[in-house]
């Protein structure tokens, strides 16, 4: 792989994640934090810290941007203005008019766009997708995925719905994305929100969020979505039945998948870890960077981080209004298999 040069932009805990990854590519990383934490995190890892957002992007190949979601459309505005692909942590925006506005951008420019979908990545998921894709549970007829941790309130932007979308748009995404990539486009949505769900949000808010999505295909996929105390643990779980058979996994009890009928074979962190083996941030940014370097699509696609703002959006129309959202279907895309398996 050809030796990138990345402008990654912002310092909190997702760059943390990144910057590593980059590191152990080989890439060439110039680090910018609006905040000013760029210099301690790049002499920490063997970075450049430099003091503007264009003297970051100037002649980078890749621009990383891992700052709040209000900043993402101006940043990424502006690595496309300069040439740049992007990779953009989730999501995209905090609406699809403007994720659908950086999606173009990107497209009309001839530069590639990816949203962090680093779930995707993780090996509980990508094997369900394989498994789904490859017709093992049959025709599905209900999924429910479940995320859990504590209430991000180390960084106060989190907790305001005005730069994050709040949990249904900044936790819960996640899930979304994982229903549409694994069972079709999402027609319907219904959604509902409860507890501190504005800033700022003291030690010990609790905030839920709960999605009913209706699939084009017929799947139903509720996504429940919990911010908690500090002390909560982080936990991710999914079921999945279908007529060939049921799938589950719960990542406190266990790594792998159960499957059975036919188809069987102190505060606590605030980003999931565990022993994955290769790190899911790793794998999803060594894929990105082979796509940016002329190599194959990876298993996400700019369209699909506007996709799941979309269904995003509609989620916090429903839980303000108490309504059903329809939506419209999408136009017909190919998912991407490659890489499924690492």
């Given at each position: 792989m050809a030796e990138l040069e990345v402008a990654l932009i912002g310092a909190g805990g997702i760059a943390r994640t990144h910057l590593p990854a980059w590191v152990a590519l080989g890439a060439r990383v110039r680090l910018y934090a609006p905040d000013g934490q760029a210099p301690a995190l790049a002499r920490e890892f063997g970075a450049t810290s430099v003091g503007s957002l264009s003297e970051a992007i100037a002649g980078a190949a890749v621009v990383d941007v891992c700052t709040p979601t209000d900043t993402h459309r101006e940043i990424?505005?502006?690595?496309?203005?300069?040439?740049?692909?992007?990779?953009?942590?989730?999501?995209?925006a905090l609406g699809a008019a403007e994720a659908a506005e950086m999606a173009d951008a990107a497209e009309a420019a001839g530069v590639r766009l990816y949203p962090g979908h680093v779930v995707r990545y993780f090996p509980a998921y990508a094997r369900l997708r394989a498994l789904v894709a490859g017709g093992g549970l049959g025709r599905v007829a209900v999924a429910r995925f479940t995320r859990t941790g504590r209430y991000p309130t180390w960084s106060g932007w989190f907790a305001d719905p005005a730069r994050s979308g709040g949990i249904l748009t900044d936790q819960m995404l996640h899930d979304m994305d994982m229903a549409r990539w694994l069972f079709g486009d999402v027609v319907r949505v219904h959604a509902r929100q409860q507890g501190h769900l504005t800033a700022p949000a003291p030690e010990g808010a609790v905030a839920t969020g709960t999605a009913v999505l209706t699939h084009a295909g017929g799947t139903l996929t509720q996504v429940v979505g919990v911010w908690g105390p500090p002390a909560t643990p982080f936990r991710t779980t999914?079921?999945?039945?279908?007529?060939?058979?049921?799938?589950?996994?719960?990542?406190?009890a266990h790594l792998d998948l159960r499957i059975t009928g036919a188809a069987s074979g102190g505060p606590a962190d605030g980003i999931p870890g565990s022993d994955f083996g290769e790190s899911p941030y790793l794998t999803q940014i060594r894929e990105f960077a082979e796509a940016f370097a002329g190599g194959p699509e990876p298993r996400v696609s700019g369209r699909d981080g506007v996709a799941a703002v979309r269904i995003a959006e509609a989620a916090a129309e429903s839980a303000r209004t108490g309504r059903t959202v329809d939506l419209a279907p999408q136009a017909a895309t190919t998912v991407p298999t490659g890489g499924i398996d690492q």
């Open positions: 990424t505005l502006a690595a496309v203005a300069a040439g740049a692909h992007v990779l953009c942590e989730k999501p995209l999914f079921h999945v039945s279908g007529t060939g058979g049921t799938v589950q996994h719960d990542s406190l």
